[in-house]
């Protein structure tokens, strides 16, 4: 039986890796579909990621017909595992807070399946106390975390906070799925 997952994608540099990281998927033989924010439309385009998922991309709560139970619960049940990358400190911290006010975060609060979080944001942010103190949460809820990498950042300097290599994040949604 061939998986089924939903890769959210919130407003962060990073957003252009993922789309390497739904190329895995696909080629792995996992069913993808994705949600974006409204920030994330603005680094990388939902075409590229119709494109490779040869699915439409969602974007918005109250989005089309063709699901009239909404998309955040339709989807949910449809995925076996919710995998986030790039998110992003505000994606973290409503996550962390159960805020809902968008597709991927409501989304998120409907998804009972496993979820993986693949954090990237600059240095100074990932070194605050309130980013730390949301990422200890997600874990105490169960989310699967993919930490963020030292590297060469879009700020123009070197530290933490380069989201994993989609590798990387394929090879646990990978273990992850095999697991279930």
Not at 31 to 48: E, I, L, N, Q
Not at 165 to 174: F, H, K
């Amino acid at each position: 039986m061939a998986h089924e997952i939903v890769v959210g994608v919130s407003g962060g540099i990073a957003a252009y890796k993922t789309a390497a990281l739904v190329s895995d998927l696909v080629q792995s033989g996992i069913g993808v579909s994705v949600v974006m924010t409204r920030a994330a439309t603005k680094f990388v385009g939902p075409a590229t990621f119709r494109a490779l998922t040869g699915r439409r991309v969602y974007t918005r709560v109250f989005d089309g017909q063709e699901f009239p139970l909404g998309p955040h619960i339709e989807l949910a049940r449809q995925a076996d595992l919710l995998c986030v990358a790039p998110a992003t400190a505000n994606f973290m911290a409503k996550a962390a807070g159960g805020f809902a006010d968008d597709l991927l975060s409501t989304l998120l609060l409907s998804f009972s399946g496993p979820v993986v979080v693949a954090p990237a944001m600059n240095t100074e942010m990932w070194n605050k106390p309130a980013v730390q103190r949301n990422l200890e949460q997600l874990r105490a809820d169960g989310q699967h975390l993919v930490d963020p990498q030292e590297g060469w950042l879009s700020c123009r300097q070197k530290g933490v906070g380069r989201m994993a290599e989609p590798s990387e994040i394929t090879a646990v949604v990978r273990k992850l799925l095999e697991e279930k």
